[in-house]
């Protein structure tokens, strides 16, 4: 593994960089589904729990997906996948524009679209960066989880005005040029790091997926995602249909979460910091308590002349949007570290999808029954829970079993 240390600190940071910067573009495209949502809700009349559905397959999606893309990435390295995702993600992005049926927006946002992203995201950097950063793990994970939030920010208001002013379909076919023009630059960033990845495989040193399968930490961590994602998209999905239904002005909800979302970056990067010092569960058990207390204020809101509140729901939830992932993957590297992380970290990724899916459908179907988000954002809270607990229990490094 000598060449993994040979990059000069300046090309570590730029490497950081580059990595931040394409996830922020591939999960960008994801989050503007938040505003696509109520759009379509508007021009075909569907309901929540219908519109709610391509998102569900998304999540379900990502999730198995996972496992696929961490053993290429383990083989090929993140500047052909980034290729390869890119150029999916360009198809899926302009062919929206030409949607007419609700299983058509399920199947390129849900599937293709889901598909193309996932090679720029998290299980594609991670491996990468955890090698390069040993003693810095959480910082370097933090920083780079924190264009998920950041992605949040900006997709909101970002997609809002473009179909403000473009259309929807306008929306669509332009977000997919854009991603077609960026392609190329991106992937050039990652040339001459990652590769030889299936030579470290085949030296066998480290964590196998099967000796990872066998013990119990594997499933806490599949837990925490499952515990995470369900309380995460119980709410996340809907915030903006939420504050719409309660009265508050579209575009005015949306730069307020945008606004909130953005608080994310400081706050994900300081606490995947800070676990590299006080510890991953303590880290992480500090971050649910404040979503909790972001969903509290959600549901306190009652009429659309609130502000305060829904600047404070905005800002605690968005604080710690993703705050949870870098404890969560640098624990993963730290409990199975080794050239097969990639492959471990994609199996166990399967929970998030699996819990962003039943969240984000779950929501929308309660609404749907009940008329008011306020039960799913209270199984938002109960699932935070569960999840805290989850990651407490994961103190003790667990043992290899041949």
Not at 165 to 180: C, K
Not at 257 to 285: C, H, K, N
Not at 340 to 351: E, M, P, S
Request: include cysteine.
């Amino acid at each position: 593994m000598s060449d993994l240390k040979a990059l000069p600190n300046t090309r570590l940071w730029l490497l950081l960089a580059a990595a931040f910067g394409t996830f922020s573009i591939g999960a960008g495209f994801m989050h503007a589904y938040t505003v696509f949502l109520v759009t379509f809700i508007d021009v075909f009349g569907w309901t929540r729990a219908e519109v709610s559905l391509a998102y569900s397959v998304s999540q379900i999606v990502n999730g198995i997906s996972s496992p696929l893309v961490g053993w290429l990435v383990d083989r090929l390295g993140p500047r052909r996948l980034i290729l390869m995702g890119g150029a999916v993600l360009t198809v899926g992005l302009i062919a929206s524009s030409w949607v007419t049926q609700l299983w058509h927006i399920v199947v390129l946002y849900g599937v293709v679209m889901t598909l193309g992203a996932n090679c720029l995201g998290l299980v594609v950097f991670v491996p990468l960066l955890s090698r390069y950063f040993v003693r810095n793990r959480g910082m370097a994970v933090s920083v780079v989880q924190s264009a998920n939030g950041f992605a949040r920010a900006f997709s909101a208001p970002l997609a809002t005005l473009m179909i403000s002013g473009l259309g929807w379909r306008g929306a669509y076919l332009w977000q997919g040029v854009f991603m077609g023009v960026v392609l190329l630059p991106l992937a050039g960033l990652f040339r001459g790091v990652g590769g030889g990845g299936h030579r470290r495989v085949l030296d066998g040193q480290g964590w196998t997926l099967r000796q990872a399968i066998r013990t119990p930490h594997f499933w806490l961590l599949f837990a925490v995602y499952l515990f995470t994602g369900l309380g995460s998209f119980l709410v996340a999905l809907h915030q903006l249909a939420f504050a719409v239904n309660v009265g508050f002005d579209k575009l005015y909800a949306a730069e307020v979460l945008g606004m909130g979302a953005f608080l994310s970056l400081p706050g994900v990067i300081v606490t995947g910091t800070i676990s590299d010092y006080i510890g991953r569960e303590l880290s992480a058990v500090v971050t649910y308590g404040t979503s909790i207390l972001g969903v509290v204020f959600a549901l306190m809101i009652t009429s659309p002349d609130q502000h305060l509140l829904l600047w404070l729901h905005a800002c605690f939830f968005g604080l710690t949007w993703g705050a949870r992932g870098p404890a969560i993957t640098a624990k993963t590297a730290d409990l199975f570290p080794g050239p097969n992380l990639g492959a471990i970290l994609g199996v166990i990724t399967i929970g998030t999808g699996l819990g962003a899916a039943g969240g984000s459908w779950m929501a929308g179907f309660v609404f749907d029954t009940t008329g008011s988000y306020r039960v799913a954002f209270f199984l938002s809270i109960f699932f935070y829970v569960c999840g805290s607990v989850a990651f407490w229990a994961l103190r003790r490094p667990p043992a290899i079993r041949i």
